[in-house]
């Protein structure tokens, strides 16, 4: 069974920095994509980055220049790195993986920026 789990979420200040963690119960080569996505409170879910196996990351305008997603197959981790954190990024956010047709979504974590 396929889980994906979150962690690193928090309350950090507006210009802070945060890394996310999302750690597969399986090998990350079964999955053709994987990513983040966010829900900002009273908001849809949105997309932030998803990447392939192979190739350059695909990112939302708002998160180009301040997120970095790292994708360790070998560890079985996908990571986010937000720098420069600002208060339109306060959500709930998944991390999010495509594999054999189906689509797996972790339960969530909550990143606020706030002073």
């Known amino acids: 069974q396929v889980q994906l789990v979150e962690s690193g979420g928090g309350l950090v200040q507006p210009g802070g920095s945060l890394r996310l963690s999302c750690a597969a119960s399986v090998s990350m080569f079964r999955f053709n994509v994987m990513g983040w996505y966010r829900q900002p409170p009273g908001k849809p879910r949105e997309l932030v980055v998803t990447?392939?196996?192979?190739?350059?990351?695909n990112y939302v305008d708002s998160a180009k220049g301040r997120f970095t997603i790292i994708r360790n197959n070998a560890a079985n981790t996908v990571d986010l790195q937000m720098n420069s954190l600002k208060p339109e990024d306060t959500a709930v956010y998944y991390c999010?993986?495509?594999?054999?047709?189906?689509?797996?979504w972790g339960q969530g974590t909550q990143v606020t920026v706030s002073a």
């Open positions: 990447k392939g196996r192979y190739g350059s990351p």
């Open positions: 999010y993986a495509n594999g054999d047709s189906n689509d797996y």
